[in-house]
């Protein structure tokens, strides 16, 4: 019935308890809410960012003992976070940069108004996959035929000194 959150920063990282993030169950769908937990610090901007929950007793809701036949009466969990900051704002960001389609399967275009230093296809392990010099305002076809399919992150660093970081789906 007693839960905490733990957090690891990138597949070899340590798992480490999330202060404040404990979750007691009872024997019904509405308790154990946990809400406006924030991370420590050292979880932000990471590429890859990891959560679980982790059972603390070995009591179930109704006091008995856990058994391996039991369930647990988790669900509607949310996790949600603030984007990585490029110094634009998402509107502002929209009109300067296109980035499609999303999901992508063997090229990717880049429309930019404003010019482009160089783009990098990053993985969630942090790993660039592609980097790609940047050719001014013009639009950008991206070969995507060497990347394994996933979740990768599409930074476009402009001349102007800012950067606009996109998620996409490669299939």
Do not use: H
Not at 4 to 22: F, K, S
Not at 91 to 113: D, G, H, M, T, W
């Amino acid at each position: 019935q007693d839960y905490i959150v733990q957090y690891r920063i990138a597949l070899n990282g340590t798992w480490t308890d999330v202060p404040g993030a404990v979750i007691v169950t009872a024997n019904n769908w509405t308790s154990g809410v946990v809400d406006s937990v924030a991370l420590p610090d050292t979880c932000s901007n990471q590429p890859s960012l990891f959560l679980r929950w982790l059972m603390t007793t070995n009591t179930n809701t109704t006091g008995g003992a856990v058994t391996s036949a039991g369930i647990d009466k988790i669900d509607d969990i949310y996790i949600t976070g603030k984007q990585l900051s490029t110094g634009l704002t998402e509107e502002q960001a929209a009109v300067v940069c296109r980035i499609y389609p999303n999901p992508a399967r063997e090229k990717l275009f880049i429309e930019s108004y404003v010019a482009i230093s160089e783009i990098a296809l990053i993985n969630p392990q942090g790993t660039a996959g592609l980097i790609m010099p940047g050719r001014g305002g013009d639009s950008l076809e991206v070969n995507l035929s060497t990347l394994l399919p996933g979740i990768y992150f599409v930074k476009v660093q402009l001349q102007s000194g800012k950067s606009i970081i996109r998620k996409i789906l490669l299939y």
